[in-house]
């Protein structure tokens, strides 16, 4: 059973930083494709950044600049260090992955958590 657990979440001031983790478990493969959602309260979720497993990269136009993904593949773990940190910011953050065996498309979500912006 694969299991994606975020940390790292929490209250910041505006113009702060975080930094978010997701560790992927119960598998002996290497996550393909990792990334970052959320979703803020009567809003849809809309994607934040993701990561291919060969490191490429693809940012929202809200946060280009100002956050960056990358990843440990040995670990299965994918980041998300935000910085210069926003109200609009505001949202439980998702982790994603993606999962490629035999010709079958696996998807996984962790629990989410809350980054909350605010002075």
């Known amino acids: 059973q694969v299991q994606l657990v975020e940390s790292g979440g929490g209250l910041v001031q505006p113009g702060g930083s975080l930094r978010l983790s997701c560790a992927a478990s119960?598998?002996?493969?290497?996550?393909?494709?990792m990334g970052w959602y959320r979703q803020a309260p009567g809003k849809e979720r809309e994607l934040v950044a993701t990561?291919?497993?060969?490191?490429?990269?693809n940012y929202a136009d809200s946060v280009k600049g100002r956050f960056a993904i990358s990843r440990d593949n040995a670990k299965n773990t994918v980041y998300l260090q935000m910085n210069s940190l926003k109200p609009e910011d505001t949202a439980v953050y998702y982790c994603?992955?993606?999962?490629?065996?035999?010709?079958?498309?696996?998807?996984?979500w962790g629990q989410g958590t809350q980054v909350t912006v605010s002075s």
């Open positions: 119960g598998t002996i493969f290497r996550m393909n494709a």
């Open positions: 994603n992955a993606e999962l490629w065996r035999l010709g079958v498309r696996y998807e996984y």
């Open positions: 990561i291919t497993n060969g490191g490429s990269t």
